[in-house]
Nanobody
């Protein structure tokens, strides 16, 4: 079993920055990548960014150049630095641990973290 503990997020004005972090505890050998999804009401959850244990990254087109994902494998922790935030980045962000840069099955979810960007 894998337990993901996320932190960060909050509220900021457009153009500002926020960061998220997520630490994995438990059976960390069960996955080889971590990342973040986000979801707004009425829409499907979408992959924002992911990073594998060997450093391969994957970003949604909408966040390329603004968000940076990084990880500390020794701490089983992933970080998401979000810069130049836009109102459309407002969502609940979910940490995920899975397989490969697209966070495939089997995967695990953390609790949601609200990110709100005001115009």
């Amino acid at each position: 079993q894998v337990h993901l503990v996320g932190s960060g997020g909050g509220s900021v004005q457009a153009g500002g920055s926020l960061s998220l972090s997520c630490a994995a505890v438990g059976s960390v050998a069960s996955f080889n990548a971590m990342g973040w999804y986000r979801q707004v009401p009425g829409k499907q959850r979408e992959l924002v960014a992911a990073i594998t244990t060997n450093g391969i990254t994957n970003y949604a087109d909408s966040v390329k150049g603004r968000f940076t994902i990084s990880s500390d494998n020794a701490k089983n922790t992933v970080y998401l630095q979000m810069n130049s935030l836009k109102p459309e980045d407002t969502a609940v962000y979910y940490c995920n641990a899975g397989q490969g840069p697209h966070l495939g099955f089997p995967y695990f979810w953390g609790q949601g973290i609200q990110v709100t960007v005001s115009s």
